[in-house]
């Protein structure tokens, strides 16, 4: 079934695009006066009735295939109720209407056999042709992953029909020559030689501005959908992108090679049969590269498919903070810079361009020897995978259980909060926690904990870490400066829908206060006089009893009232995630508008006021954290 | 026919169809999402005020439906952690005042009711009727 949608979709890509070139390449080469010329273009336009026959033939067979596969059903793609449902009620179905409506049209235009003698009317014809031809191709964005992203979805969809459009220029034109080369190579078709050069010449400069579009929108393209290097490398989607750029190359040097020695010799004898070979070269492999952008389209975008990571190593930034690699590295990025600079010069002087250029190569070599191997550390194909599970307290609360039972008869404290374990992704501890290290004695517990239960571990591990790091946080926030991530928890009043700490965020800073009663109650006073003071500033407080009881908001009583929510459900679990930070019976923690930690008071209440108008007066709120740990 | 005058005809029907179809399809859409919400917001009014009719009230007054957690409670005042409470609050604390002091006699700080509040703005319903969650 999917090979049928790849081969169809490919089919109907590749049509499109041949219609758009070919129309294009007609008017760049202008009207033709000469018999041999104006066959050409009798065959271009034959041609185009037929591709637009193979458009919607393999457009209906993508349509019923696509039917198959969104009922889950193969007999539905016969079903017509079905297909009328896909065409009518999905996005893709009516944008599939309006192409092949568009399709329809052109099939109608082209088939007219009017007499097209007068320069107006051929020029009519052929630039209609091409509108269709390029509005049907263009529309193919609307349906595609480029409509998906969100926000940047009009930025995006530009890209995709830039990239689409400057194919069908470039590959479609390229198709659209070589009839008109071969013609003219012949004996018989001499008469077009003048016309198929200036063609040639006219093609070959558009050509290096389609393919310069081309490069620029892949590359955005390519940052929408792909996003990071783990996902270029480790997924279908971001490796048929690799497969893309690889057969990228050798269609540049067959181009350069076309422009430079080729097209300047077509007047030489047998110029014009060498420039069509070349030309049919370059068009085999770029039918190619249409086949891998086909597949592209029907894998999930990279950026939300789970990387595979592909190496025993990647490189690890973090490793710059000792010393001696931080020296290596600096050392090695010199020399690789220098080398970089000799590569530049090589190009730009002719004396001795091969001794520079061989002396740059080797600075490259020995700067990425010298510099790249104290950043190497081991990584699993599980380095880059997202937590299933996010950064949550009740995760936190349950990673603290399962490491008690599981795993702190092998590993004490100091273990838990080293450099060690603190630089290692997520993914990677995920990888250990399950394959274990057998040469070290520690088994795999992906037998012997759910997946779940092993991110709640992966969870807890980070949160360790952080309360470690968090002892030089105090009562003064550091201005401009946000690192510590706050677990999010549910919140929890009485029978109320609960909330959750990230509704807040961009909204309200926050102000966790774990209390205990009776140590609690004159602060929890305090900060009841406080609220409407601390609202007005942006503040909401969140009081969470260090005694976990549903009868909370009753145990406080009624004088004075306390109006801030008082977590009910689920206080065991952010007293277990928090008190790792802020132990004892009473401790604030106060969280700014992006979801960070920014100042803790242990044992007693603070200032609170006077801290939140230090958030208040920040410039650059830093940007809101991954809601998983990596 | 010259085709260059079949080219232009072709896109000029393709414009005045895309404006026609915007005009009389898009722009009506558009109105007829407003006047279907504007229509829910005016059955949800009539059903609210059908409920305070029934309940005995004057006619203009209508009635709200409420779920929350008693967080203060006065004779005449009870201040109330609610969700929200469809055309008249968002969920948040706020006091309302009490129809009758009875009403507040049986409530806690702490306990969770459902309550029925009646008036025409949302500065001045009271609650005129308490049930236990």
């Known amino acids: 079934m999917r090979a049928l949608l790849l081969g169809a979709l490919w089919i109907h890509l590749a049509s499109g695009v041949l219609l758009v070139g070919a129309f294009a390449m007609l008017l760049l080469a202008g009207q033709p006066r000469v018999l041999t010329a104006r066959r050409w273009d009798q065959r271009l336009v034959a041609w185009a009735r037929a591709l637009v026959v193979v458009a919607l033939g393999s457009g209906v067979v993508w349509l019923l295939v696509r039917t198959a596969v969104f009922e889950n059903r193969p007999q539905a793609a016969f079903e017509p109720r079905a297909i009328a449902h896909v065409m009518v009620d999905t996005w893709p179905g009516l944008v599939w209407l309006a192409r092949h409506g568009l399709l329809i049209v052109l099939g109608a235009f082209v088939a007219i056999r009017a007499s097209v003698d007068e320069r107006r009317n051929w020029i009519a014809a052929r630039g209609e042709a091409l509108l269709l031809a390029s509005l049907a191709l263009a529309l193919v964005s609307a349906s595609s992953h480029a409509a998906a992203i969100s926000p940047g979805t009009a930025p995006s969809v530009a890209g995709d029909v830039t990239h689409l459009l400057a194919t069908g220029v470039w590959l479609g034109g390229l198709v659209a020559l070589i009839p008109l080369l071969r013609a003219a190579a012949r004996d018989e078709g001499a008469d077009a030689r003048p016309y198929a050069v200036i ?432 | 026919m010259p085709v260059w005058q079949v080219a232009l005809v072709l896109n000029l029907v393709f414009a005045i169809a895309l404006g026609l179809g915007y005009a009389g399809w898009g722009r009506r859409a558009a109105t007829l999402d407003r006047e279907l919400d504007a229509a829910r917001v005016q059955v949800e009014r009539l059903e609210r005020e059908r409920q305070a009719c029934a309940g005995g009230a004057r006619a203009g007054k209508q009635q709200w439906g409420g779920r929350g957690v008693v967080r203060g409670v006065y004779p005449r005042l009870l201040i109330i952690t609610h969700e929200e409470i469809r055309g008249l609050l968002p969920a948040r604390t706020t006091s309302f005042r009490a129809a009758s002091p009875a009403l507040a006699e049986s409530l806690h700080v702490g306990d969770p009711i459902r309550f029925s509040l009646r008036g025409t703005l949302a500065d001045d319903v009271a609650v005129v009727a308490v049930e236990r969650w």
């Open chain 1, 199 to 630: 063609a040639a010449r006219r093609f070959s400069r558009v050509a290096l501005i389609a393919m310069l579009l081309l490069l620029g929108s892949g590359v955005t393209n390519a940052l929408a959908q792909v996003e990071s290097i783990p996902a270029l490398a480790g997924t279908t989607h971001g490796r048929l992108l690799l497969a893309k750029l690889a057969m990228l190359l050798p269609i540049l040097g067959v181009a350069i090679v076309n422009r430079t020695r080729v097209l300047p010799a077509v007047a030489a004898p047998n110029g014009m049969r060498r420039l069509a070979i070349f030309v049919g070269v370059e068009a085999g492999l770029a039918l190619v590269l249409v086949a891998l952008a086909a597949a592209m389209t029907l894998t999930t975008p990279a950026r939300h498919a789970a990387p595979v990571w592909p190496l025993p190593f990647r490189l690890s930034l973090d490793e710059l903070l000792e010393a001696p690699a931080r020296w290596r590295a600096l050392v090695g990025s010199q020399l690789a810079a220098a080398g970089v600079v000799g590569l530049a010069t090589a190009l730009l002087v002719r004396r001795g361009r091969l001794l520079v250029l061989g002396g740059a190569i080797a600075l490259v070599a020995i700067g990425a020897g010298v510099g790249l191997p104290p950043l190497v550390v081991d990584a699993y194909p599980t380095s880059y995978r997202r937590p299933l599970l996010t950064y949550h307290a009740a995760s936190i609360a349950s990673g603290v259980t399962v490491y008690r039972e599981r795993c702190a008869g092998c590993h004490d404290a100091r273990w838990l909060t080293s450099r060690s374990i603190s630089r290692r992704h997520a993914g990677e501890l995920f990888w250990l926690v399950s394959r274990g290290i057998p040469e070290r004695g520690m088994p795999g517990f992906d037998t012997r904990l759910t997946e779940a239960q092993r991110w709640d571990v992966i969870n807890y591990i980070r949160a360790a870490g952080a309360a470690e790091a968090s002892t030089s946080l105090g009562g003064r926030i550091e201005a401009e400066r946000a690192w510590m991530i706050a677990p999010d928890f549910t919140v929890a009043v009485g029978p109320l829908a609960p909330g959750a700490l990230r509704d807040y965020r961009g909204r309200r800073m926050v102000l966790v206060v774990l209390y205990t009663l009776p140590g609690s109650r004159g602060r929890l006073a305090e900060l009841a006089r406080m609220y409407d003071v601390l609202w007005v500033m942006g503040v909401e407080i969140i009081a969470v009893p260090t005694q976990a009881s549903p009868e909370a908001i009753a145990e406080l009583g009624a004088s004075p009232p306390i109006l801030f929510p008082v977590v009910t459900d689920g206080a065991r679990e952010i007293v277990a995630a928090y008190g790792m930070v802020a132990p004892g019976p009473h401790a604030e923690i106060l969280i700014d508008r992006q979801g960070y930690v920014r100042a803790i008071w242990r044992g007693e209440g603070g200032a609170v006021q006077a801290q939140v108008e230090k958030l208040n007066a920040e410039k650059s709120p830093p940007p809101f954290p991954d809601d998983h740990v990596h």
